[in-house]
């Protein structure tokens, strides 16, 4: 091959590599949370980054418009996706008869919360609800009723989770000793990214317990 040739060959390659690597990024390829420290101004312990006493809060029965200049201040995630912009990484529905804590509106379709904590947080009240008093008790069931196939691709989710928490389908789920790995894999599945740390949504899940809201 001559150099002239190899040099345009080189350049090709180059070019899919780029592509290839620019694609990945955009499907959300998994990489794994760093360990002990959230990163990116989120300690475990929340410290600098609580938003309750430097913005307005807004009723939990009013629709917020201008949302992303609320949580932008504090959630430096927010360019994710729409999840975690609403600081709601799980993308759960806004409800006028639920009073989450931290919850301050609505963009039309899912909850606002003030804070990221408080978004994780509720994703691992949610997944309570489900175990313990409607006893959906494997990862099939959780999704079918987390995201049902009228909306989403569920067959698909479902084997996305298994592979993503190590655990089988139809696995009988213990809680709450599988509650981190399945909010871990809820975030990615819902924002195509998981950047927290384990300990950050730990912390997270630990706050006010006892409370379904």
């Known amino acids: 091959m001559s150099n002239g040739a190899m040099a345009v060959f080189a350049g ?12 990945a990024a955009a499907i959300g390829v998994y990489r794994p949370a760093p360990t002990g420290t959230a990163g990116d101004g989120l300690p475990a312990d ?17 629709q917020v418009g201008g949302a992303d200049d609320i949580v932008q201040k504090t959630n430096p995630y927010a360019a994710i996706s729409r999840g975690f912009r609403n600081n709601n990484p799980g993308n759960i529905d806004w409800n006028a008869s639920n009073d989450w804590l931290g ?4 963009d039309g379709r899912f909850v606002i919360f003030s804070d990221l904590k408080y978004g994780v947080r509720a994703m691992g009240r949610l997944l309570d609800t489900y175990y313990y008093r409607y006893g959906l008790k494997t990862i ?3 999704i ?7 909306e989403n691709e569920t067959a698909r989710l479902i084997s996305d989770m298994s592979r993503r928490t190590g655990i089988m389908p139809t696995q009988q789920l213990v809680f709450p000793r599988d509650k981190l790995k399945l909010v871990d894999a809820f975030i990615f599945a819902e924002n195509g990214a998981q950047p927290l740390s384990g300990a950050y949504i730990t912390a997270a899940l630990n706050l006010e317990p006892g409370s379904y809201a």
Request: proline share 5%; hydrophobic share 40%; glycine share 6%.
């Open 12 to 23: 090709v390659a180059a070019w899919f590599l780029l592509k290839s690597q620019n694609a």
């Open 46 to 62: 929340f410290s600098g980054v609580e938003s309750s006493g430097s913005i307005q809060l807004i009723s939990n029965n009013t």
């Open 103 to 106: 919850q301050i509106g609505s």
């Open 140 to 142: 099939a069931a959780i």
């Open 144 to 150: 079918e009723k987390y995201s049902p196939p009228h």
